[in-house]
């Protein structure tokens, strides 16, 4: 259990340096991809499977939109990709520094891998997460209601700014 928490974290930490390093959105948005598997992988070693699964399906949906955004308005033929010599050289450069940062600030210690997880402390009925979403719609449902508005008039405003003149969000910038 512990060595597949170190290679989730490994990997999280490896596409984060990915997205810093890309200029490309496409690259860029596939590497937020992997890093949000990677931390609900994470969560769901530390007890939280429910927690996990509703945060990796709404923010692979967030990143959807994202991309899909981004990719239509980026007028770049041939993108840099992770072979380039330039985003090879900062991916290096972003991974030395948080190499030389986890040796200075814990010397890879402080993660923190044998911790206990939800449901550690023996057999219950019903698990932690599962009774923290209830609690959320139970006292929250107001305020996710106002979330749910909030995004769409966002929603809105994006699709009228990107609009342009007549052509559609589809157009070179």
Do not use: K
Request: a negative charge; proline letters at 2%; hydrophobic letters at 55%.
């Amino acid at each position: 259990m512990m060595y597949l928490m170190e290679f989730f974290v490994f990997c999280l930490v490896v596409a984060l340096a990915g997205v810093a390093s890309n200029p490309s959105p496409y690259y860029g948005a596939s590497g937020l991809v992997v890093c949000a598997g990677m931390g609900c992988g994470i969560l769901i070693l530390f007890g939280s499977s429910f927690v996990s699964l509703i945060l990796l399906l709404i923010y692979l949906g967030g990143m959807l939109v994202v991309f899909a955004y981004s990719v239509a308005l980026a007028s770049d033929p041939f993108p840099e990709s992770w072979g380039d010599w330039f985003v090879g050289v900062c991916f290096g450069v972003y991974v030395l520094l948080i190499v030389l940062l986890g040796l200075v600030f814990g010397g890879f210690q402080g993660v923190g891998f044998g911790v206990s997880g939800a449901d550690s402390w023996g057999l219950s009925v019903v698990r932690v997460d599962l009774s923290g979403v209830s609690l959320l719609y139970h006292f929250g449902g107001e305020i996710l209601l106002i979330s749910g508005w909030a995004l769409l008039l966002t929603l809105f405003v994006v699709l009228e700014l990107t609009r342009g003149l007549v052509r559609g969000g589809i157009r070179i910038v």
